[in-house]
């Protein structure tokens, strides 16, 4: 067994000492080992390229969704399994998995756990392993990446109720498999699993393995009405609110914006000068260590 991690040193969650915790754990035991920090956006792809050419069985991202899609980008298709040590604001991916959230109690995991087989998206031929969209959950992840000085889920959640209140949803056109639909959601969101992250869970029928991606589309109501609606968002109950919600399933999602827009993967936003994104999935593509699917609680 081999384990190369890469650390985001920036992180939403802060964890002391990652460097030592991560020699002090592997001390004595007859395994290889390698610990690289990331310096910008896009190097930690760089990275598992890196550990992927050098024989390493497992790639470990330490860090947020975006580190982890950067990571789990090379490993597509290959033998090597990706390792997740959750460090992140929401930490949607391992949350889809149950990994847990303590670092020490998932880097344990690492040593464990089987590798399990989970689904890819594709946006344009970028990967994806959470969620993606436009719309609302776009502009403020564009918002929190490029304005904030400050990471983890309290100033996200800050540029979220700041653009909710103000924000006016364009029409979208979206095709699920062939099917045309006419959309006017303030959130269209593409789920490769049932949250986001944070214990938002945007489409509670979503399974990460099912070879299937979700659409769903919340409709802006009035504030009163939005407020009512947060506890099933984490209740895992959202989709009984029937009057602002709708979802369907595919493994082909186009999302026609009628203008250039703002996207986002993962949390990380980019920018669609045609407005038009298209949204696949790869079935099993990915390993990662994490719990059997039967002892999630």
């Known amino acids: 067994m ?3 991690f890469i650390v985001n040193p920036n992180a939403g ?5 990652i460097r030592g915790r991560l020699e002090s754990f592997f001390s004595g035991r007859r395994l290889k080992v390698e610990i690289e920090f990331t310096q910008a956006r896009g190097h930690a792809s760089e ?23 950067e990571t789990a980008g090379p490993l597509v298709g290959r033998a090597a399994a990706l390792g997740i040590l ?14 847990p959230l303590a670092f020490d109690e998932a880097l344990e995991g690492l040593l464990k756990w089987e590798p399990r087989a989970v689904d890819a998206g594709l946006a344009d031929g970028k990967p994806f392993f959470v969620a993606a969209g436009v719309g609302l959950d776009a502009e403020v992840a564009h918002d929190f990446n490029s304005m904030s000085s400050r990471r983890g889920i309290l100033p996200y959640v800050w540029h979220a109720a700041r653009r909710v209140l103000t924000y006016k949803p364009s029409r979208v056109t979206a095709v699920v498999d062939g099917r045309r639909l006419e959309l006017t959601g303030m959130l269209n969101a593409v ?18 393995d099912d070879g299937l991606l979700d659409l769903v589309s919340v409709r802006k109501a009035s504030l009163p009405r939005m407020l009512l609606a947060v506890p099933s968002l984490f209740s895992g109950t959202l989709d009984r609110n029937k009057d602002i919600y709708s979802a369907w399933k595919g493994r082909m999602i186009e999302l026609d914006c009628g203008r250039a827009a703002w996207y986002h993967l993962d949390g990380e936003d980019f920018y669609s000068d045609s407005g038009k994104i298209r949204f696949s999935v790869l079935p099993s593509a990915l390993k990662v260590r994490a719990p059997k699917p039967s002892l999630n609680p």
């Open 2 to 4: 081999s384990y190369f």
């Open 86 to 99: 959750p460090c992140g604001s929401g930490n949607g991916l391992a949350r889809n998995l149950y990994i």
């Open 191 to 208: 789920l490769n699993g049932v949250q986001y992250g944070g214990g938002a869970r945007v489409a509670p029928g979503a399974y990460i």
């Open 47 to 69: 990275l598992a390229a890196k550990a992927l050419l050098a024989g390493f069985s497992t790639v470990v991202a330490v860090g947020g969704d975006g580190t982890i899609r």
């Open 13 to 17: 969650r802060k964890t002391p000492d």
